[in-house]
């Protein structure tokens, strides 16, 4: 089996930081205060809220959607039936910083038959 990504987007750095010369005074003091928060305290209340602005239901991590009844938990047998490997390549490709935006699996059936699935 075979496994491929295709990254885009951007990815923060010096190259982008360019990004910031385009804010107005008041973006630039919140995205301040965002640093300052995550450099002190490790997390800032302002960029949780301002993640979750845009959601009308606040979305569940990877672990509770693969567990809980609500989700698939009973489709998964509680997230016991998922093997390991596929639990960490999930959790690879939906990490932002990775900047994955279409995910590739291809198999090869005996030696005249492939197959693949792109996401």
């Given at each position: 089996?075979?496994?491929?990504?295709?990254?885009?987007?951007?990815?923060?750095?010096?190259?982008?930081?360019?990004?910031?010369?385009?804010?107005?005074?008041?973006?630039?003091?919140?995205?301040?205060?965002?640093?300052?928060?995550?450099?002190?305290?490790?997390?800032?209340?302002?960029?949780t809220?301002?993640?979750?602005?845009?959601?009308?239901?606040?979305?569940?991590?990877?672990?509770?959607?693969?567990?809980?009844?609500?989700?698939?938990?009973?489709?998964?047998?509680?997230?016991?039936?998922?093997?390991?490997?596929?639990?960490?390549?999930?959790?690879?490709?939906?990490?932002?910083?990775?900047?994955?935006?279409?995910?590739?699996?291809?198999?090869k059936?005996?030696?005249?038959?492939?197959?693949?699935?792109?996401?």
């Amino acid at each position: 089996m075979r496994i491929s990504y295709i990254q885009g987007g951007r990815t923060l750095g010096y190259n982008n930081l360019e990004l910031l010369d385009k804010l107005t005074p008041e973006e630039r003091a919140v995205v301040k205060q965002i640093l300052v928060d995550v450099s002190n305290k490790g997390k800032s209340k302002n960029l949780t809220e301002l993640y979750y602005e845009d959601y009308d239901e606040i979305p569940v991590d990877l672990y509770t959607f693969f567990t809980s009844d609500v989700y698939l938990g009973a489709y998964t047998n509680h997230g016991k039936d998922i093997y390991e490997t596929w639990k960490n390549e999930i959790q690879y490709i939906h990490n932002p910083i990775n900047a994955i935006n279409q995910w590739c699996i291809t198999r090869k059936y005996r030696n005249w038959k492939n197959s693949s699935s792109c996401i």
